[in-house]
Every structure is written in structure tokens, then in C-alpha cells.
């Protein structure tokens, strides 16, 4: 697929649809700034003229990106980004997507990177000994906190990573993420397993993310897995509801199935 004035198509991911590869191209040109925010996007016409989509495919994307709050649509004048300082809601569906956290937004770390152990993250990550390492950052997006996330990791990739400086300094900002760092030394992320669910913020927790002692926050738990399907890093984030939004499409089920 070819590019529109502008805008830089991706590579598609396999089994990748037409309208998500494009509402993911258009994302991902948004978070680095390639459109004034003053100035209309492309027009679904001008987009689906030159890129061969129909103006549906067009259409499915940019309702994608206006129900992230991406975007926003003025009738008569065209659809516009959603300035910055009055968004932050990303979109991840696939592992690729957390990656490009890198994007726009910062690592802080907490508690640097150090050994420890809890039986309950040692069944998690199928380790049989008594060792693996922690790490605890929160991450920023402009210079607002919206999650804290504490890492676990293997014996062996802990002790890979605790070479390098921006793991071990308190305090020290990058715009790294762990599975990238991962993948960086070798590692072949396949897939992560998700679980959400509702905590309440400790006292720590609050100082961290600025928030009221006891507000709701989203635990959103991950557990990467790579390509020899063995557990490599198991992520623990709490989120500030307003900075985090779950969307799933459901289909209805066949009839081999009930």
C-alpha cells in the first residue's frame, strides 16, 4: 500500500486488516508530530483515492482514532488532532503497540533494578530456583504521571539488564521500554497474557501518581512470553482511570461452537 501526501503507511502485521493498518499508520504519524494540529488530516475522499481503500475502510479508521481521542471531527471543516494537553488515551493490541510507548512518553525509575524474590511471580514465570530481579518506574507522557509499573524478570534477564545504567539510577528518566530492551539483547517477544482488574491506591501508590489515598486505580497485569513460549517478563501496572481505556470488539459465536 502505497503512502498519501503526509501520512507514512507501516508495514501491515500479519492477518493485519486494511482499515486497522491505516488507523495504526495515521496513530503512529500523530504521535510523532508529522501533523500540525492546527491543519485538517487528509480527507477520507483524498485518502482512499490514493491509497486504493474504499471510503468505508477510510471511514472505519478515523472512527477508530476519534473513539481513542485521537482526533475529533468538525462538520463542514474536516478532523482535526486532539491537542495535546488535552489527550492521552493509547490504544495497545498488539505487542508492537507497547513498544512504541517509546514514542512519546517517559521510563522513571522508582526502584531500581535489584534482586529479590516472591514465590507467587516465581510459579508466574515457571522459575525453580529462588532468584529473579524487580524493577519499579512509572511513566510519564509531557510530564504526566499516569501509571507505575512494577517489573519482574528471570534470573537471566534481570542479570542482562542490570548493566545498563537507566535501570539502576533512581530518578533516571529514558524513553526505553523493558520488552524493547529485551528484544534488544535477543529476546523474541511472541505474545503477552493480560489480566485487568481494580485496585485501590496505597499511600505510596498516591505520592507516586498524585492522586487521593484509597482512589480507584486499573491493574493491568502482563506476562510476556517468547518464542520458545517460556515467561520473560511479568509486568504489573496501575493506571490512573482517566489515562487508560479498554475497548474489545466481540463477534457472535459460530455454531461449532456452542
Given at each position: 500500500?502505497?503512502?498519501?501526501?503526509?501520512?507514512?503507511?507501516?508495514?501491515?502485521?500479519?492477518?493485519?486488516?486494511?482499515?486497522r493498518?491505516?488507523?495504526?499508520s495515521?496513530?503512529?504519524?500523530?504521535?510523532?508530530?508529522?501533523?500540525?494540529?492546527?491543519?485538517?488530516?487528509p480527507?477520507?475522499?483524498a485518502?482512499?483515492?490514493?491509497?486504493?481503500?474504499?471510503?468505508?475502510?477510510v471511514?472505519?479508521?478515523?472512527?477508530?482514532?476519534v473513539?481513542?481521542?485521537?482526533?475529533?471531527?468538525?462538520?463542514?471543516?474536516?478532523?482535526?488532532?486532539?491537542?495535546?494537553?488535552?489527550?492521552?488515551?493509547?490504544?495497545?493490541?498488539?505487542?508492537?503497540?507497547?513498544?512504541?510507548?517509546?514514542?512519546?512518553?517517559?521510563?522513571?525509575?522508582?526502584?531500581?533494578?535489584?534482586g529479590?524474590?516472591?514465590?507467587?511471580?516465581?510459579?508466574r514465570?515457571?522459575?525453580?530456583?529462588?532468584?529473579?530481579?524487580?524493577?519499579?518506574?512509572?511513566?510519564?507522557?509531557?510530564?504526566?504521571?499516569?501509571?507505575?509499573?512494577?517489573?519482574?524478570l528471570?534470573?537471566?534477564?534481570?542479570?542482562?539488564?542490570?548493566?545498563?545504567?537507566?535501570?539502576?539510577?533512581p530518578?533516571?528518566?529514558?524513553?526505553i521500554?523493558?520488552?524493547?530492551?529485551?528484544?534488544?539483547?535477543g529476546?523474541?517477544?511472541?505474545?503477552?497474557e493480560?489480566?485487568?482488574?481494580?485496585?485501590?491506591?496505597?499511600?505510596?501508590q498516591?505520592?507516586?501518581?498524585?492522586?487521593?489515598?484509597?482512589?480507584?486505580?486499573?491493574?493491568?497485569?502482563?506476562?510476556y512470553?517468547?518464542?520458545?513460549?517460556q515467561?520473560?517478563?511479568?509486568?504489573?501496572?496501575?493506571?490512573l482511570?482517566?489515562?487508560?481505556?479498554?475497548?474489545?470488539?466481540l463477534?457472535?459465536?459460530?455454531?461449532?461452537?456452542h
Amino acid at each position: 500500500m502505497e503512502s498519501a501526501p503526509g501520512l507514512v503507511m507501516r508495514p501491515s502485521y500479519p492477518g493485519e486488516s486494511r482499515y486497522r493498518l491505516l488507523a495504526r499508520s495515521l496513530r503512529e504519524d500523530i504521535l510523532e508530530d508529522r501533523f500540525a494540529e492546527d491543519d485538517p488530516l487528509p480527507t477520507e475522499a483524498a485518502l482512499a483515492q490514493e491509497l486504493s481503500l474504499s471510503r468505508q475502510t477510510v471511514r472505519r479508521a478515523f472512527l477508530e482514532l476519534v473513539s481513542e481521542g485521537l482526533v475529533f471531527r468538525v462538520p463542514g471543516r474536516g478532523t482535526f488532532i486532539t491537542p495535546k494537553g488535552s489527550r492521552y488515551r493509547r490504544r495497545f493490541s498488539s505487542v508492537d503497540d507497547l513498544m512504541n510507548l517509546t514514542l512519546d512518553t517517559e521510563l522513571e525509575v522508582l526502584d531500581p533494578l535489584t534482586g529479590t524474590f516472591d514465590q507467587a511471580i516465581a510459579e508466574r514465570l515457571q522459575l525453580s530456583g529462588r532468584s529473579m530481579y524487580s524493577v519499579l518506574f512509572r511513566r510519564l507522557h509531557r510530564g504526566e504521571v499516569f501509571c507505575t509499573t512494577r517489573v519482574f524478570l528471570p534470573p537471566a534477564m534481570g542479570s542482562t539488564l542490570e548493566q545498563l545504567p537507566f535501570l539502576v539510577e533512581p530518578g533516571h528518566r529514558s524513553g526505553i521500554t523493558i520488552i524493547g530492551l529485551l528484544e534488544s539483547q535477543g529476546v523474541t517477544i511472541a505474545e503477552a497474557e493480560q489480566m485487568t482488574t481494580a485496585v485501590a491506591a496505597t499511600e505510596e501508590q498516591a505520592g507516586w501518581l498524585g492522586c487521593a489515598v484509597g482512589a480507584p486505580l486499573l491493574r493491568i497485569e502482563r506476562l510476556y512470553i517468547d518464542a520458545t513460549d517460556q515467561p520473560v517478563e511479568l509486568a504489573i501496572s496501575d493506571y490512573l482511570p482517566e489515562h487508560f481505556s479498554h475497548r474489545l470488539r466481540l463477534g457472535r459465536a459460530t455454531a461449532a461452537e456452542h
